[in-house]
């Protein structure tokens, strides 16, 4: 059974069909897997910190031992609850993919104890991974897909958290933060914390976006664009840590690649227009650069060539494809491309 629609996720995770003895919760963003993993995990034991009632494991248990899931999945519950075994689920691993993956089925099907309730955390799965197959054909198991949330979703998130501390933002303030929020609902969590403590709990305050300034500071879109007029100005350990800044802010490897495929392309208009006779500085100007950075932008210019830009094009281009395939290490990938594209800045003078 997939559950992909939000309704029919939250009434599962508030009240578990009586059928279902095992569910898998997994997706790129942990934040939101964990939560509802202990959502569900408070609904199936009465303490899931009972280490009587509850088997904690991950993968690395599993590669100890082969056996041990199913083990566990056998065990009756010492205490007379229903028995919880939660496991962590974070490897690439495909014979430990595999091997989760028959244990599910079995218990799925009341192979092990039947009583007994299986929750798999776990990351970004593909298509072709055993686990999620498994747990979307089996009947007596539940798949519940995790995305990242919509804005409408964070900015309840921020209104409710914020509220508990009698704190809250007008609807510019809420727009302005919740458009400046990490991805990752871990992350966000800790930055909604970090607003209460700026503005002060039980305060009363209603912030404005001009509050909000010294505690939002540089727009990471602002971090991104300055790693990649870095790393076609052959500064590589610039360019490295302003992307991994820009990773911190909540920004991801796609959009780092992005960035850097934007600067060249204003690189490649602004030499295309000065090579049918427009100035450098007009040229650049008609890019669309920005006024700060036109000083870096026309040393660059003057060092890049059409030629140079078709040959590390498709280096980008790559980059962006291997970004957008599930489970890849974007913010790697990100990096080898400013490494890369420096690289090349370096060997043209810059």
């Known amino acids: 059974m997939i559950l992909g629609k939000r309704p029919d996720i939250e009434r599962f995770l508030s009240k578990p069909d009586a059928g279902i003895r095992a569910a898998l919760i997994y997706g790129r ?31 690395g248990d599993l590669d100890n031992d082969a056996a041990r899931l199913e083990g566990e999945l056998s065990a009756q519950s010492l205490m007379g609850g229903r028995r919880l075994v939660r496991l962590r689920f974070g490897t690439e691993k495909s014979s430990l993919d595999k091997l989760a993956a028959e244990a599910l089925t079995r218990h799925a099907a009341g192979a092990l104890n039947p009583d007994a309730f299986l929750l798999i955390e776990a990351g970004a799965l593909g298509r072709d991974s055993a686990l999620r197959k498994a747990a979307e054909k089996a009947p007596g198991a539940a798949t519940i897909p995790c995305y990242e949330d919509e804005p409408g979703d964070v900015a309840r998130q921020v209104r409710e958290a914020l509220a508990k501390d009698n704190l809250s933002l007008n609807a510019e303030a809420l727009a302005v933060f919740v458009a400046r929020m990490p991805k990752e609902r871990g992350v966000a969590r800790q930055e909604i914390e970090r607003l209460a403590l700026f503005l002060g709990p039980g305060s009363g305050v209603v912030a404005t976006a001009a509050d909000l300034e010294p505690f939002l500071g540089v727009e990471p879109e602002a971090s991104l664009s300055d790693a990649a007029v870095d790393a076609f100005g052959g500064r590589i350990g610039d360019a490295q840590a302003g992307l991994r800044r820009a990773a911190q802010e909540g920004e991801g490897g796609p959009a780092a690649v992005r960035a850097m495929g934007m600067h060249l392309g204003r690189l490649r208009r602004t030499l295309t227009l000065a090579k049918s006779g427009a100035g450098l500085q007009e040229a650049a100007k008609a890019s669309g650069v920005f006024w700060k950075q036109e000083r870096e932008f026309l040393r660059q210019a003057r060092s890049w060539t059409l030629d140079e830009l078709d040959r590390i094009q498709p280096e980008i281009l790559n980059a962006d494809r291997l970004c957008k395939t599930a489970g890849s290490p974007d913010q790697l990938i990100a990096e080898r491309l400013a490494l890369a594209v420096a690289g090349r800045a370096r060997r043209l003078g810059l």
């Open 29 to 59: 963003d942990l934040g939101v897997v964990r939560d509802r993993g202990h959502q569900l995990a408070a609904k199936i034991a009465r303490d899931p910190d009972d280490p009587f009632d509850v088997a904690q494991l991950t993968d």
